[in-house]
């Protein structure tokens, strides 16, 4: 399911790069924040889309019925945002800096998740090799609605900084995503 969840990865990129070419038309930003928003933006994107690879190793984890592990290491990536956010916020306080933790807590949780798994379950390795588009279509055709509800969720959970953006001040965003995290 590798290749699946890439190709859902590069849907992620596709549909950010409309954004970020829309960017000044969708969200009132300030002329002085533009270029700001743009490369946080092209982060958040970059976040997104590797999130639904970076979701893969978790699945192993439930398919097992290795709940404990899983949430042992979504807690310590949440321990680790919350720090990342308190020190780099101090230190830089910027919409970009909220962007790039997000970057850093997803990557933390994945390359945790896939070392555990490797470490548990040696015999399993995510590959492209077995990719088939075919499944695709069974994907879709069964559970089409439990689909777009976590593409919701990964982006509910992943875009608040655009939904901010688009009916607030862009200087709110760092003040909703502190209070988030």
């Not at 798994?117 to 590959?127: G, K």
């Amino acid at each position: 399911f590798a290749g699946h969840y890439l190709m859902l990865g590069l849907l992620c990129l596709a549909v950010g790069a409309v954004i970020y070419a829309l960017l000044p038309i969708l969200f009132n930003v300030p002329a002085e924040h533009l270029d700001s928003a743009q490369r946080a933006l092209v982060i958040v994107v970059f976040s997104i889309a590797g999130g639904f690879i970076g979701r893969l190793p978790g699945a192993v984890f439930a398919a097992h019925q290795d709940f404990v592990i899983r949430n042992l290491i979504l807690a310590a990536a949440v321990v680790l945002r919350l720090v990342l956010t308190l020190v780099l916020l101090d230190i830089a306080p910027s919409i970009i800096t909220v962007a790039v933790i997000q970057l850093i807590h997803i990557s933390f949780e994945f390359l945790v998740s896939t070392y555990v798994m490797h470490r548990t379950y040696p015999e399993i390795r995510l590959s492209l090799r077995k990719f088939e588009p075919g499944i695709l279509k069974e994907i879709f055709s069964f559970s089409i609605y439990v689909l777009i509800l976590n593409l919701g969720i990964q982006l509910s959970y992943q875009t608040d900084a655009l939904v901010i953006g688009a009916f607030s001040d862009v200087s709110r965003i760092t003040f909703y995503s502190v209070a988030n995290s």
